[in-house]
C-alpha cells in the first residue's frame, strides 16, 4: 500500500493509468511514460495487458449506460494497452491535471491529450479520476506482488520536507 504520509505538495499516493491501443500504435508509449517519470513521480507497477471486452466493460462499468460504451469497449479490447501504477505526491489529481481534458480538443496545449490527440475515441490515455477509482483500477489491473515498492536514490532531489 501506498505511504499516505504527508510530503510537502501533497500527500503521497498511487494512481493508475494505462495509455490506449492508439497510443500503441502510434508510437507514444515513451513520450506518454515520459512526461510522468520527468516530474518526478515514481513508476512502481508496469505491464502489457491485451483487455477482454469482459475486462474492458470491468474497468468502464461506470459508463455502462453511455452510448458510446459499446465501442470504447470494443476499442480498449482491439489490443493491448500499457498498464501502469504511479506513486509520488498529489498523482491522482496531477495525472489527470498532465493527461487533460477528455476530449482532447478541449485539452490545453501542453497535456498529454492537448499536444497528442483530436478525438474522445482516440485520446490515448487513461488515467484514475479520484482516490476511489484508483484504489479499484489499480486491484482490477495489477495483483499486490505486482506492485514495486523501491527506493529512489535521488529521493532527496525530488522532494524536500522543508
Ligand atoms: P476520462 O478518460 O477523461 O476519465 P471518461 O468520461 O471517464 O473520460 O470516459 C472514459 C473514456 O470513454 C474516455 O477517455 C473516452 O475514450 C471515452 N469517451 C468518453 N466520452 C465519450 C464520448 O462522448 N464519445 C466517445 N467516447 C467517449
Ligand atoms: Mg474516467
Not at 508510437?27 to 517519470?37: A, T
Not at 470491468?58 to 449506460?65: G, N, Q, R, T, V
Not at 477528455?102 to 485539452?107: E, G
Amino acid at each position: 500500500e501506498a505511504s499516505l504520509a504527508g510530503e510537502e505538495g501533497g500527500v503521497t499516493e498511487r494512481t493508475f493509468m494505462a495509455i490506449k491501443y492508439d497510443a500503441v500504435q502510434r508510437g507514444l508509449i515513451s513520450e506518454i511514460m515520459g512526461r510522468m517519470e520527468k516530474k518526478g513521480y515514481k513508476l512502481v507497477a508496469l505491464k502489457m495487458v491485451w483487455p477482454t471486452e469482459e475486462f474492458a466493460g470491468k474497468h468502464y462499468h461506470d459508463l455502462k449506460e453511455r452510448p458510446f460504451f459499446g465501442n470504447l469497449v470494443k476499442f480498449m479490447s482491439s489490443g493491448p494497452a500499457v498498464a501502469m501504477v504511479w506513486e509520488g505526491p498529489g498523482v491522482i489529481k496531477m495525472a489527470r491535471t498532465i493527461i487533460g481534458a477528455t476530449d482532447p480538443l478541449k485539452s490545453n496545449p501542453g497535456t498529454i491529450r492537448g499536444d497528442l490527440a483530436t478525438s474522445v475515441g482516440r485520446n490515448v490515455i487513461h488515467g484514475s479520476d479520484a482516490y476511489s477509482t484508483a484504489e479499484e483500477e489499480i486491484a482490477l489491473w495489477f495483483s499486490p506482488s505486482e506492485i514495486h515498492a523501491w527506493n529512489r536514490t535521488n529521493e532527496d532531489w525530488i522532494s524536500s520536507n522543508n
